[in-house]
């Protein structure tokens, strides 16, 4: 059968890594997290003072880029990725609030995202690869062979990524992560480089109102017929 590449583009906090995590363990297809890669850099950036109140030093973190090591691991039966910033499981600290505060500005950096897309297409050349991400099927991989564009209220998304963090035992507010998810979402949909849209040929999901399970029966015969042309 035909390996595809599939791209799931869309908001914060709409459930895309949920989804693809499933949607490759189903299919024993390779998952990988775009935007766990960029948390990773504004991670590193953080730490090394190369972002401060007074904003980013672009130029230090763009002769920093090679000194920046991303590693990961997916384990299919628990659906656990585990994210390495040089040699370091790093998976708790690029989920913390102060990263989500600065990644966006990171990752609309060009040559950030240059280094990022290399390695991301590096890694689906082969096909049999399911990435979520901002750009994932209008810029990373233009010709993947299907796209889905994710979608759900502010409300649902921020009260999701409010359980989330709280099960992880991170402490934050209900209106700081509203707050938080649209001042991404602002930053993502306007930025100069590789800004956060719907491709032309990808097809939306509305999770709003729908289960885990539901979303897995209405993408399920979309990726068989694909798989058998």
Same mark, same amino acid.
């Given at each position: ?32 997290? $775009? ?9 590193? *950036? #953080? =730490?090394?003072?190369?972002?401060? /109140?007074? &904003? %980013? ?49 990171? $990752? ?9 897309? *290399? #390695? =991301?297409?590096?890694?689906?050349? /082969?096909? &049999? %690869? ?100």
């Amino acid at each position: 059968m035909k390996k595809l590449i599939i791209a799931i583009d869309g908001y914060s906090s709409c459930g895309k890594s949920t989804f693809a995590k499933h949607i490759a363990a189903r299919y024993h297809y390779l998952y990988i997290d $775009s935007g766990a890669m960029y948390r990773t850099v504004t991670l590193y *950036a #953080l =730490q090394q003072g190369i972002i401060t /109140e007074q &904003g %980013i030093d672009e130029e230090k973190l763009k002769s920093s880029l090679e000194y920046i090591d991303i590693s990961f691991t997916f384990d299919p039966a628990t659906l656990q990725s585990i994210h390495f910033l040089n040699g370091e499981n790093v998976e708790e600290k690029i989920r913390s609030i102060e990263v989500s505060q600065h990644v966006s500005p990171v $990752s609309k950096l060009k040559f950030v995202r240059e280094k990022m897309v *290399a #390695l =991301q297409r590096e890694a689906g050349k /082969e096909g &049999g %690869i399911v990435m979520d991400g901002r750009d994932i099927g209008t810029v990373v991989f233009p010709e993947a062979d299907l796209k889905i564009f994710m979608t759900a209220s502010p409300e649902i998304r921020a009260r999701r990524r409010y359980l989330e963090l709280k099960e992880k035992g991170i402490e934050a507010s209900l209106e700081e992560i509203k707050k938080n998810l649209m001042e991404r979402d602002l930053i993502d949909s306007t930025r100069e480089e590789s800004p956060l849209r719907q491709a032309s040929d990808a097809i939306v999901l509305d999770n709003s109102h729908m289960t885990l399970e539901q979303q897995m029966e209405w993408i399920d015969p979309l990726i068989r017929k694909l798989m058998q042309s």
